[in-house]
Nanobody, 127 residues
Framework: QVQLVESGGGLVQAGDSLRLSCAASGLTFSSYAMAWFRQAPGKEREFVATMSWSGDSIVYADSVQGRFTIARDNAKNTVHLQMNSLSPEDTAVYYC????????????????????WGQGTQVTVSS
């Protein structure tokens, strides 16, 4: 059974940093593209960042480019999202997701590409 479990969310002030983690089990982690999405209150879920299974390709949403960093540790079956310079607009539930059957440099950004999802972790940024 595949499980993705996010952690690291919380309540912070604007300008602070947070590091989210996603622990994966039940899948061949090194074969999956891994991504982070988020859903703010009253809004659709949106893409944040993704990394190919090889780690060779990374894509960020424009809104987080330069502030967020995605990284993966295939030995530990984990993916992280380092979030710096947080603003209230980053307040959302953050989800990690895994996509199989993509190439070495593939970095899918649409939700439908992802086969497995975590339950989400809340990030709240106060002004």
């Amino acid at each position: 059974q595949v499980q993705l479990v996010e952690s690291g969310g919380g309540l912070v002030q604007a300008g602070d940093s947070l590091r989210l983690s996603c622990a994966a089990s039940g899948l061949t982690f090194s074969s999956y593209a891994m991504a982070w999405f988020r859903q703010a209150p009253g809004k659709e879920r949106e893409f944040v960042a993704t990394m190919s299974w090889s780690g060779d390709s990374i894509v960020y949403a424009d809104s987080v480019q330069g502030r967020f960093t995605i990284a993966r540790d295939n030995a530990k079956n984990t993916v992280h999202l380092q979030m710096n310079s947080l603003s209230p607009e980053d307040t959302a539930v953050y989800y990690c997701a895994a996509a199989r059957n993509y190439g070495r440099y593939s970095v899918p950004r649409r939700e439908s590409a992802y086969n497995y999802w975590g339950q989400g972790t809340q990030v709240t940024v106060s002004s």
